[in-house]
């Protein structure tokens, strides 16, 4: 199967699936995917909200490429680094530290706020690392354990010492300092620092994997550990590297989320991107470049749905839906290229035999 097959084969079978999802749902297929598209990005004729909508959309994607390009490093050194999820949140408690405690002038302060969630996210990302290097744990489960703390030590920290003043809620802390939030546009919410991250932090993996002895080395490492190792690659060494250059990423995530999209500490400051990017990432199949479209589809879905909810009789969930079935379907059609490739190989040796 040729790689533009490999595209058009599960973007077909994605089609079918959510029209036919729309319409047992009772609803016509076009409006729900018509109101994703102008509550994220806005539809024509264009409205002054839809600026605002747009600056939405792409401090959702922020998070959900820092994330992703993270994934890529640990997923080509072959570690299924779940604990993505934990990652973001240390960051973002980190930040929030920086931001609720440090004064200093504006771009010193905001400097520091991405600067410690990175390091937040590294440290977690790290303990990751050292339990599946020295202790023997497989990063699934310490990953995920390690998410369950990072989601715990949010809510003590929301109900307990950054609690807000005379209140008994869970809703959040205090909102930041305005000297702590990123710069963005006005009337949005879009931060071109955090996005120029981003797009940075995706060309810098492209660059590690294009060539670099580091990359290559960690792709040997990720293709087959005891190879590498009596080629005497320090296996541990760079799966450690690994899990705390994700983390560094995902920690910056972190940073967007709590000092950019919601101005404070809330319970749920991860959004469940670092879940949604390992999607990013099988879909775009490791390749950086097409992390950055498949992304913002996803964030389109996440800033769009919940208007099904009010405009339609359908609930918000939907997007979720819709999110699963295109995961299911590339997953499909990449299943289905891998059986026609073989197929193809045991045909040409029976020819050669004959």
């Given at each position: ?99 609720r405690e440090v ?118 490492v990720g293709r ?126 029976e020819d050669g035999?004959?």
């Amino acid at each position: 199967m040729t790689r533009a097959n490999a595209v058009l084969l599960p973007g077909f079978v994605v089609a079918v699936s959510v029209i036919g999802l729309l319409v047992l749902a009772g609803t016509n297929p076009w409006e729900p995917l018509k109101i994703i598209v102008e509550g994220s990005i806005g539809w024509p004729p264009f409205e002054e909200s839809s600026a605002r909508k747009v600056g939405d959309t792409f401090m959702v994607w922020v998070p959900i490429a820092l994330a992703s390009a993270g994934l890529i490093i640990t997923f080509n050194a072959g570690m299924w680094n779940i604990g993505i999820e934990g990652q973001i949140i240390l960051g973002a408690i980190a930040a929030s530290f920086v931001a609720r405690e440090v004064s200093a002038p504006r771009p010193v302060l905001i400097l520091l706020t991405i600067l410690a969630g990175a390091i937040g996210g590294l440290l977690w990302g790290l303990l990751v690392g050292v339990l599946r290097t020295a202790g023997g744990v497989n990063e699934i489960f310490g990953g995920l354990g390690l998410d369950f703390v990072a989601l715990s030590l949010t809510t003590y920290l929301i109900i307990g010492p950054w609690a807000r003043a005379g209140v008994a809620s869970t809703s959040g802390t205090d909102s930041f300092p305005d000297e702590a939030l990123l710069p963005s546009f006005a009337g949005s919410k879009l931060s071109p620092l955090m996005v120029s991250i981003a797009v940075l932090a995706l060309i810098a993996v492209w660059l590690l994997f294009r060539g670099t002895s580091y990359g290559l080395k960690l792709k040997a490492v990720g293709r087959n550990r005891p190879s590498a190792f009596l080629l005497g690659i320090p296996t541990n060494r760079y799966l450690l590297g690994a899990f705390m250059l994700c983390g560094a990423l995902a920690g910056m995530a972190g940073t967007s989320q709590a000092t950019g999209f919601h101005g404070k500490l809330i319970p749920v400051i991860s959004g469940n991107y670092g879940f949604l990017a390992i999607l990013v990432v099988l879909l775009a199949r490791f390749r950086p470049v097409w992390v950055i479209p498949i992304s913002f589809f996803f964030a389109m879905i996440a800033v769009g749905s919940p208007a099904l909810q009010l405009r339609l009789d359908v609930n918000a969930t939907l997007g979720g839906v819709l999110q699963g079935v295109l995961v299911l379907s590339t997953m499909f059609g990449l299943g289905w290229g891998a059986y026609r490739a073989k197929r193809s190989m045991v045909v040409a040796n029976e020819d050669g035999a004959g």
